[in-house]
């Protein structure tokens, strides 16, 4: 895979959350960068699994293809706000407080840096692909990444599902090292006696 060479995926930070369910039909219905035939879904008790499967034949089964992993919860979804529902009733209204309906809905949190949402190196950009567009049927959560893309540096920002603006700044550069004013002279220091 002579592409790879060419892409990498540097920083990576991730805090997006989205029912299960949206993540499967998303899986069943999106188109899968190059590279990749397809994406299979493994569930180990709470930790979800998105492997790529390679359409390379040369690459060996034993290589570990670049995979996904996020964690499974289950979270109480309300039909109707219930501090806005405080918020709109009466006080009278307050003793005979009816039960707002709700169900538990599984989530998918894809949430952590680098080494724990996005695994292995073969077709890891493509699979950065991959939670990109994921990241952008979220309604909740954020992405943020320095990927390479043939020698140049991309950054990416999605946010509640939104791609917004975002570059690539050094803050802080190596410094120069001077070592005999900024470390300790112990020859002349005052408090080692002879």
Same mark, same amino acid.
């Given at each position: ?32 960068p ?14 979800l699994? #998105?492997k *790529?499967? %390679?359409?390379? @034949?040369?690459?060996?089964?034993? &290589? ?5 992993? /996020?964690?499974?919860?289950?979270n ?37 840096d ?28 954020? #992405?943020? *990444?320095? %990927?390479?893309? @043939?020698?140049?540096?991309?950054? &990416?920002?999605?946010v509640?599902?939104? /791609? ?25 220091n ?5």
């Amino acid at each position: 895979m002579s592409t790879e060479e060419s892409r990498h995926v540097y920083r990576l930070h991730s805090t997006l959350e989205l029912p299960l369910e949206d993540l499967e039909e998303h899986l069943e219905t999106a188109t899968y960068p190059d590279g990749v035939t397809d994406v299979e879904l493994t569930r180990r008790n709470n930790t979800l699994i #998105l492997k *790529a499967v %390679s359409n390379d @034949d040369t690459v060996s089964k034993y &290589t570990p293809a670049a995979q996904l992993k /996020a964690s499974v919860t289950e979270n109480r979804v309300y039909e109707e706000d219930p501090e806005e529902r405080r918020q709109n009733s009466f006080r009278w209204d307050e003793d005979e407080e009816e039960e707002i309906e709700s169900e538990l809905v599984e989530f998918a949190a894809f949430k952590g840096d680098r080494e724990t949402v996005l695994q292995n190196s073969l077709l890891q950009y493509e699979m950065f692909q991959v939670l990109c567009d994921i990241a952008l049927q979220t309604e909740k959560g954020t #992405l943020t *990444a320095i %990927s390479e893309r @043939d020698g140049d540096l991309e950054a &990416t920002r999605i946010v509640d599902g939104e /791609a917004r603006p975002a570059d690539v700044e050094v803050v802080e550069g190596p410094r120069e090292r001077k070592s005999a004013s900024s470390g300790v002279n112990w020859r002349d220091n005052k408090f080692i006696s002879d």
